[in-house]
């Protein structure tokens, strides 16, 4: 019995093998180790294909997003940009099909108090719609008062749509959010897992974080619902992070994202049906005349590019002067780690900022597994005293870029992710004032961090970097 078990996962891993050999363009360390691992631990190099390496699942496409593809219209600004600059606007217009959109307001937040105090009072003066997706939303005060309040609006008569990662919430169950779906509102799970467990797409997480309310205001960055993102919690306190408010053109795409994911999970047939014949009452007219000129990218693994990662290498390819990376976590792939090397190398001041507090111990390990290799290329390591979850990138103090997008493979290749990348020198000035304030509360790593790492971190540090390989 045991025989034709072994023998039944050599079948499957071979033609696992052939898929990733002749199919999937993988490189080579990386189609390397998923050769061993199949060929010498057939069991579990089995078990971790199904969960980490194939695409998706999904059976619905294209509802009803022919219908509202015609509205996502910008105005034109006649905006006048640098070389470089323009440059990563057109790569993102070509490549990533993402337009610039020109007018809006902004409010930039550096922490959840600030961010919920003003989230709040935007959803409590809905008159249409509250449009939200989140990856966590957590089961504490902060939560149950987000969700009491959609309820309330629900029950007063305006459109609620709620999607919640089931990976990010793993172990929150849709019975959480009965008082909002009793008032009215919609709610899934994106990727619901199988009888209770976890299923096959657990690994594909959607990572964004969005909030549309009327068409009009919306919300993108790295915060989350929950009591640590306003520093409550003991254990990841103090907490630093970044997270946007627009008022403005830029919302349209925000809509345009929410609504494509919503069409994934939606088992609701009569609410798809209004969906479609409604459309156009979710892309409200833009209220901003402030030039604040923006691009919107989102990707995923439903995407055959890497839109946000071949981004951001964009920008630091175009850097002259300076690179400011802020990120919770940092594990990139080789041409991401390369094109920061080679800025360094060019006299591009290249500076990364990670935190002190570590909220996943084999990340943080793989993740200060790289700071020898960066400081060997000249280039600044920071700890922040805290736990930082801010996802930035600042080029020059001229362009930076916010969003969900870690600095890890995760993020680049399996995430849904959705970042914000900014022309407009008087929001990229808040957010350079902010990483300079952040310095303040930060120390550098220098010759004496790696000379006083125990040998057992050092151990760890080089078998987490091999498996983040895989995963």
Not at 10 to 23: A, C, D, E, T
Request: charged share 20%.
């Amino acid at each position: 019995m045991l025989f034709m078990l072994m023998l039944a996962f050599r079948v499957i891993n071979l033609f696992f093998m052939i898929i990733l050999i002749f199919y999937k363009r993988k490189e080579p360390a990386l189609l390397l180790a998923w050769l061993l691992l199949l060929i010498f631990l057939p069991p579990i190099g089995c078990v971790m294909y199904l969960l980490f390496e194939r695409a998706p699942l999904s059976n619905k496409k294209g509802l009803f997003l022919n219908e509202y593809q015609d509205v996502r219209q910008g105005r034109e600004g006649g905006l006048l940009f640098n070389e470089r600059i323009h440059s990563l606007i057109h790569f993102n217009e070509i490549y990533n099909g993402s337009r610039l959109y020109q007018f809006q307001d902004f409010m930039y937040f550096v922490d959840g108090k600030s961010k919920y105090q003003q989230l709040f009072k935007d959803i409590e003066s809905a008159t249409h719609s509250i449009h939200v997706q989140y990856f966590i939303i957590r089961k504490d005060e902060v939560g149950r008062q987000f969700i009491d309040l959609l309820a309330q609006k629900a029950a007063n008569g305006v459109e609620v749509r709620l999607i919640f990662d089931s990976a990010g919430c793993f172990g929150t169950r849709l019975k959480y959010f009965d008082a909002l779906v009793q008032a009215g509102g919609h709610v899934y799970q994106f990727h619901p897992p199988a009888l209770g467990l976890i299923g096959l797409n657990y690994n594909y997480r959607n990572h964004r974080k969005i909030v549309v309310i009327d068409g009009r205001i919306g919300y993108l960055g790295g915060m989350n619902i929950g009591k640590e993102y306003m520093s409550l919690d003991p254990k990841f306190s103090p907490w630093r992070d970044a997270h946007l408010r627009l008022v403005g053109d830029a919302v349209w795409e925000l809509q345009h994202r929410f609504l494509k994911d919503y069409e994934m999970v939606c088992q609701n047939k009569e609410d798809e049906q209004y969906l479609k014949a409604n459309i156009n009452g979710y892309f409200a007219s833009p209220l901003s005349t402030t030039l604040c000129p923006m691009q919107i990218v989102s990707d995923g693994p439903d995407t055959t590019t890497d839109d946000i990662k071949l981004t951001l290498v964009k920008m630091i390819q175009s850097a002259t002067c300076s690179v400011k990376i802020q990120t919770p976590y940092f594990i990139p792939d080789m041409l991401f780690l390369e094109t920061l090397k080679i800025a360094s190398y060019s006299g591009v001041k290249v500076e990364v900022m990670i935190p002190t507090i570590a909220d996943h111990h084999y990340v943080y390990r793989t993740t200060t597994s790289f700071i020898k290799e960066l400081r060997e290329a000249n280039i600044d390591v920071y700890f922040y005293e805290g736990f930082l979850h801010s996802k930035v990138i600042i080029i020059d103090e001229q362009v930076c870029t916010i969003g969900s997008t870690n600095i890890d493979q995760r993020s680049f290749k399996i995430n849904y992710e959705i970042n914000a990348f900014i022309y407009d020198q008087q929001l990229t000035n808040q957010v350079v004032a902010q990483f300079k304030k952040d310095l303040e509360n930060s120390w550098l790593a220098d010759d004496s961090y790696e000379q006083n790492k125990p040998v057992w971190v050092r151990f760890e540090e080089k078998v987490y970097r091999l498996v983040s390989m895989l995963l």
